[in-house]
Nanobody, 121 residues
Framework: QVQLVESGGGLVQAGGSLRLSCAAS????????MNWYRQAPGKQRELVAI???????NYADSVKGRFTISRDNAENTMYLQMNSLKPEDTAVYYC???????????????WGQGTQVTVSS
């Protein structure tokens, strides 16, 4: 199995920065993608950023230009650098690891416990 532990959340003022970390352990040798999701109270869980095993990245429009996802494979750690934070960024942020097989096609998702990010105005 894969275990994921997030850290780095906290309370910041609008315009501030935070860096989230996700430490992965277990059977991580064939993880395809790692992702950051977030969920605000009463809202759907939202995909924020993606990084593939080859290092390709993509971002939700709402965070593009402000957030940067990165991955340190040697340390089995993923990061989300969040700059220019806005109150609407307030949410619980979750680390996600995804394993995809082709024969047959299957998707396996692994989740961390989440870390709270609160941006005050």
């Amino acid at each position: 199995q894969v275990q994921l532990v997030e850290s780095g959340g906290g309370l910041v003022q609008a315009g501030g920065s935070l860096r989230l970390s996700c430490a992965a352990s277990g059977s991580i040798f064939d993880i395809n993608d790692m992702n950051w999701y977030r969920q605000a109270p009463g809202k759907q869980r939202e995909l924020v950023a993606i990084i593939t095993s080859s290092g390709r990245t993509n971002y939700a429009d709402s965070v593009k230009g402000r957030f940067t996802i990165s991955r340190d494979n040697a340390e089995n750690t993923m990061y989300l650098q969040m700059n220019s934070l806005k109150p609407e960024d307030t949410a619980v942020y979750y680390c996600n690891a995804r394993r995809i097989t082709d024969t047959p096609f299957r998707v396996f998702d692994y989740w961390g416990q989440g870390t709270q990010v609160t941006v005050s105005s």
